[in-house]
């Protein structure tokens, strides 16, 4: 399973180039996510799977890696190409990198 650090993630999303999947609970979700990130909680995922954004490479986000990293290996189970987000939205607010909340 490939993995990639939220620095490297936060620059690709500058560019626009990143799809960013988040699949934490919505209560997780509404204190704070990344911008542009698409919202299918871990719990709903197989129903919603037809919700993933068309992208060469979804970029898969929970609260700190373990969950992303299951959906992640789904994903590539299935043939479509995922990568884990290393440490999740904690990682990502503790190098200081912008969220919203809502």
Do not use: K
Request: a negative charge; proline letters at 3%; glycine letters at 8%.
């Amino acid at each position: 399973m490939r993995e990639i650090a939220v620095t490297d993630l936060a620059a690709r999303a500058q560019q626009e180039t990143a799809a960013i999947v988040d699949v934490r609970e919505a209560d997780e979700w509404q204190a704070g996510h990344v911008e542009g990130a698409v919202h299918i909680p871990m719990s709903q995922f197989m129903e919603r799977e037809s919700e993933l954004p068309d992208a060469e490479e979804l970029h898969i986000m929970c609260h700190s890696g373990g969950r992303s990293a299951r959906v992640t290996q789904y994903l590539e189970q299935r043939g479509i190409d995922a990568v884990n987000v290393d440490g999740g939205i904690a990682a990502w607010q503790q190098a200081g990198l912008p969220i919203v909340t809502g």
